[in-house]
């Protein structure tokens, strides 16, 4: 369980083909208090530390994994949004977040308004039922807030963020631009609330 409160971010030093993906990824972490088999998540994924040393750790990326996650994102000389699991106790910034990834979007928007950046998402219509203007929703693992939504004609939807500039220094959203494809995890409590709503349309 996370918050989507980035901690750290890393950088892809490796990625090796092993029956699953091998990878080794660096960070600010002190990996002593970091044990094996503890959950990392990677720009909004959840994954276990399979190897670990100083200042990286490596870990298995099924083809599964792989394949719900953007293109090229496991790539060697990526920078992934790092988070640790969440401790009882620990303070709960954002909200909560399973790191588990729902979906992927695309940027189709990304201006200056004032010291931060408006970025406007687009969404696949599996999802759209999910999102909702000041509801919450994880960006690559970043807990944003959506200002606002719009449903497109095609089911699909484009919300809306605003990256303030210490979002944009602690975090891989700085670096936002057109076409660029990012993970995506709603709401938990959306995902139950639209669960019920269905069963009791039966």
Same mark, same amino acid.
């Given at each position: 369980?996370? #918050? =989507?409160?980035?901690?750290? /971010? %890393?950088? @892809?030093?490796? *990625? $090796?083909?092993? +029956? &699953?993906?091998?990878? !080794?990824?660096?960070?600010?972490?002190?990996?002593?208090?970091?044990?094996?088999g503890a959950s990392i998540a990677c720009s909004g994924?959840?994954?276990?530390?399979?190897?670990?040393?100083?200042?990286?750790?490596?870990?298995?990326?099924?083809?599964?994994?792989?394949?719900?996650?953007?293109?090229?994102?496991?790539?060697?000389?990526?920078?992934?949004?790092?988070?640790?699991?969440?401790?009882?106790?620990?303070?709960?910034?954002?909200?909560?977040? #399973? =790191?588990?990834?729902?979906? /992927? %979007?695309? @940027?189709?928007? *990304? $201006?200056?308004? +004032? &010291?931060?950046?408006? !970025?406007?998402?687009?969404?696949?219509?599996?999802?759209?039922?999910?999102?909702?203007?000041?509801?919450?929703?994880?960006?690559?693992?970043?807990?944003?807030?959506?200002?606002?939504?719009?449903?497109?004609?095609?089911?699909?939807?484009?919300?809306?963020?605003?990256?303030?500039?210490?979002?944009?220094?602690?975090?891989?959203?700085?670096?936002?631009?057109?076409?660029?494809?990012?993970?995506?995890?709603?709401?938990?409590?959306?995902?139950?609330?639209?669960?019920?709503?269905?069963?009791?349309?039966?």
């Open positions: 369980m996370f #918050t =989507g409160i980035i901690t750290d /971010v %890393g950088n @892809i030093r490796s *990625s $090796e083909q092993r +029956g &699953d993906l091998r990878l !080794v990824i660096d960070c600010g972490y002190n990996m002593d208090t970091v044990a094996i994924v959840c994954l276990t530390v399979v190897d670990k040393g100083e200042g990286w750790f490596a870990i298995d990326a099924s083809a599964e994994t792989v394949s719900r996650t953007p293109t090229g994102m496991w790539e060697a000389g990526t920078k992934l949004n790092l988070e640790r699991a969440l401790k009882v106790g620990d303070e709960l910034g954002g909200h909560i977040v #399973t =790191g588990h990834v729902d979906g /992927v %979007g695309h @940027i189709v928007g *990304s $201006e200056t308004v +004032g &010291d931060s950046w408006k !970025v406007t998402v687009a969404a696949p219509g599996s999802l759209a039922p999910y999102i909702a203007s000041k509801g919450s929703i994880t960006v690559d693992g970043v807990s944003l807030t959506v200002n606002d939504i719009s449903d497109q004609a095609d089911g699909s939807a484009h919300f809306m963020l605003n990256i303030i500039p210490h979002t944009a220094q602690m975090t891989t959203l700085g670096t936002l631009r057109a076409g660029r494809q990012v993970n995506l995890e709603i709401d938990v409590l959306a995902r139950y609330l639209k669960r019920m709503e269905d069963m009791r349309a039966r």
